[in-house]
């Protein structure tokens, strides 16, 4: 069975311009979540959705990231402008919470900005 | 200018011997544990779970403790492999979707 889907897995880019990372989620898990990990704070969560609707975006570090989950196959997450302090390793994790609420992490991407 | 970051607790074992890897938490309401081994270059990927109405509960040489009066977990891996080097990471929750995640001690095995 395929795992959570990331896309790209490595993006390198100028400060400024816009990032748009990708999720596929495992066939059958209602709720996705977007983390970011770094060096310096470890492994943060940045939003959550719960059956396509974001449920808990606290984590987001301000307005120039945003996420969607148009359909329960796919979500992104979005950063506009991008700074150099925005990279960092983002993973996307996906549960089926009636399971339990364990999450299975996607490879990750991993984000460069100049 | 200085680097700084977080300072992982670092676990050096010879192959071949039992590890154990502690966890402290601080939410008395947590319910679910779970621990989690990343990879270099890889995602977090799920060890194994407890809930709180467990103390023990294993799985293939791993076994995971959990001592809710001192709010403290523990992974024992028996007979430490190469293939076992990581970050381990332990992560809670008290219901929800909401996991929290400690910072992660660096398991290392020395042929």
């Known amino acids: 069975d395929a795992g959570v889907i990331q896309s790209p897995r490595h993006e390198v880019t100028e400060m400024g311009q816009e990032v748009t990372l990708r999720c596929k989620p495992i066939s059958g898990h209602n709720s996705l979540f977007w983390y970011r990990q770094t060096m310096m704070r470890g492994l943060e969560l940045l939003i959550y959705?719960?059956?396509?609707?974001?449920?808990?975006d606290s984590g987001m570090p301000e307005d120039r990231f945003s996420a969607k989950m148009p359909n329960a196959s796919f979500s992104t997450l979005k950063i506009q402008p991008s700074e150099p302090r925005d990279s960092a390793v983002y993973f996307c994790a996906s549960s089926f919470p009636t399971g339990g609420d364990t999450q299975y992490f996607g490879p990750g991407t991993r984000l460069t900005v100049l | 200018g200085e680097s700084v970051g977080l300072h992982l607790p670092t676990l050096s074992v010879q192959e071949g011997d039992n590890s154990i890897i502690n966890c402290a938490y601080s939410n008395s309401a947590s319910d679910y544990f779970i621990w989690y081994k990343q990879e270099s270059g890889k995602g977090p990927q799920f060890i194994i779970d407890i809930r709180s109405n467990m103390d023990k509960r294993q799985g293939q040489r791993v076994t995971v403790l959990l001592n809710k009066t001192v709010k403290h977990l523990s992974l024992q891996i028996a007979a430490t492999q190469p293939g076992d080097s990581a970050v381990y990471f332990c992560a809670e929750t008290s219901g929800g979707n909401k996991l929290v995640f400690g910072a992660g001690t660096i398991l290392r095995v020395k042929s």
């Open positions: 959705f719960n059956n396509n609707v974001p449920i808990d």
